[in-house]
């Protein structure tokens, strides 16, 4: 694994970590206001949420999102880990839009109108993805390069 992420590779992550670092933030000062109904909307698709509390929910929430924000825009932070982060990460938001009634038009994936917010997560799935399968397909060429 390398050290440092590739210099192309930086306006991706720091674009995405970004955006992701400051929904967290948000959340965090926020979060009286959004733990209503952003824990309403997660415990839907993912009924074990129902345990907790709208209020740890979304501090928890937001610190999570505020550290891998930070992970993808520090270049120290290896690409394959902060990839592997935002797919997974990521891959729970879109369960959200494929969960949640009414985000999408019936028989298909193609997003209602209250949908479409949602349905641009999968793009951070591809994102991280895309991160881990460069390194991944990096490490194996210079393996291959040894023999």
Known sequence: MRILARAHQMPVRVIVGAFVLNSGLTK???AEEAAEPTHGM???AYPFLDKQEPRDFIRRLGTVE???GAALIAPVVPSALAGAALTAFAGGLTGLYLRIPGMREPGGLRPTEQGIG???DSWLVG???????EELGRARAERRARC
Request: proline share 0%.
């Open 66 to 68: 505020v550290a891998l």
């Open 127 to 133: 994102i991280g993805s895309a991160l881990v399968l």
């Open 28 to 30: 965090l000062k926020g």
């Open 118 to 120: 949602l349905a641009k």
């Open 42 to 44: 997660a415990k839907t």
